[in-house]
């Protein structure tokens, strides 16, 4: 005998037939809805077409009048200065937020009060951060032993150091470098502890262009020699051969090389660390078109007859429920 008794089959049509009820019921309430959805529609046609009209003006007149623009200034702080700066935008941002347009008018911005939002991020570039930089590297390496490369990449402490930032702020007009990026540049340039590091970094970076200097001149001192003394025919082979012997005369103009590469580095390395941060380019006015930015006129029109349809099934609702207890 089975242990399992069998289902009877008159449950199993009882069953079929309440769930084919439950269905039919369910799309017949479904379908009810539509048809008073189209009535609501049918009867209110006016209104909505009143809504959509005064929606789509409102719109088209705000997307006309207030208009969002995005701007861009790609920096490198120099001398260790990277805290620093991040504390000064954040400052910024919390001034603007608070409306302080005395503070900003105080820094130099002409239209504080257009002037929305500031922030500020670093440009992920982990080549340019371990770049002739072996402790860098190691660091980087020594970090990745216990975790995810990427999340130490992107890391706040690690990415505040990498060598470029991206500095971006809206306004609600459009604007010029005059009016905000030159303000903004010379508020993050206002630190005399870094301007002091900075006269005796350029001192030591012109001291070991000199010091180059002198040693290339050595050296070219010293090659000149070796060719005059070399131009005798019966000398000739015998310096060949002795500095070719001793390696001293590829080690020169090794070390030669060495040193023009060195100096043009450092020229370079002038050029960048002039300011305490550095502005490398900027990009402004740019029109924003994100979330509803330009889109009001669409926007709008839904907004309003969403409200007024919300509205329609609230009051639709207060009265059947007073119509229940009435009874």
Not at 86 to 99: D, F, R, T
Not at 294 to 320: C, S, T
Request: glycine share 4%; no cysteine; charged share 25%.
């Amino acid at each position: 005998m089975s242990a399992n008794p069998q289902a009877n089959p008159e449950n199993q049509e009882i069953d079929l037939s309440q769930v084919s009820k439950r269905i039919g019921k369910a799309f017949e309430d479904f379908s009810t809805w539509i048809f008073r959805g189209f009535l609501f529609i049918k009867k209110n046609v006016i209104i909505l077409s009143i809504l959509f009209i005064i929606g789509a003006g409102l719109g088209l007149y705000l997307d006309k009048t207030t208009k969002v623009y995005d701007h861009q200034i790609i920096v490198t702080p120099n001398f260790g200065s990277n805290d620093y700066l991040y504390s000064k935008v954040n400052l910024l941002n919390s001034k603007i937020k608070e409306k302080d347009t005395a503070f900003l008018k105080s820094i130099g911005i002409k239209s504080p009060k257009k002037l929305t939002e500031i922030k500020i991020e670093p440009i992920l570039d982990v080549y340019k951060f371990i770049d002739n930089k072996p402790e860098n590297f190691e660091l980087i390496k020594l970090m990745a032993e216990d975790g995810d490369i990427n999340k130490i990449i992107q890391n706040e402490v690690t990415s505040k150091n990498y060598p470029y930032h991206k500095i971006s702020f809206t306004t609600t007009s459009i604007t010029d470098s005059l009016k905000t990026v030159k303000p903004l540049m010379d508020f993050f340039n206002a630190s005399d502890y870094f301007k002091k590091i900075q006269k005796v970094y350029l001192k030591n970076l012109e001291r070991r262009v000199i010091s180059n200097d002198s040693v290339i001149g050595q050296i070219d001192g010293l090659l000149n020699e070796f060719s005059k003394s070399s131009s005798t025919v019966g000398s000739k082979s015998d310096k060949l051969v002795y500095y070719n012997e001793n390696t001293q005369l590829n080690d020169v103009i090794k070390t030669k090389n060495e040193l023009v590469q060195d100096k043009a580095a450092i020229l370079v390395e002038m050029v960048t660390v002039d300011e305490v941060v550095k502005q490398n380019s900027s990009v402004i006015n740019v029109k924003n078109t994100e979330s509803v930015n330009g889109k009001l006129k669409f926007v709008l029109p839904f907004i309003f007859i969403g409200i007024f349809i919300v509205f329609g099934f609230i009051r639709a609702f207060y009265r059947h429920q007073m119509a229940k207890h009435t009874k």
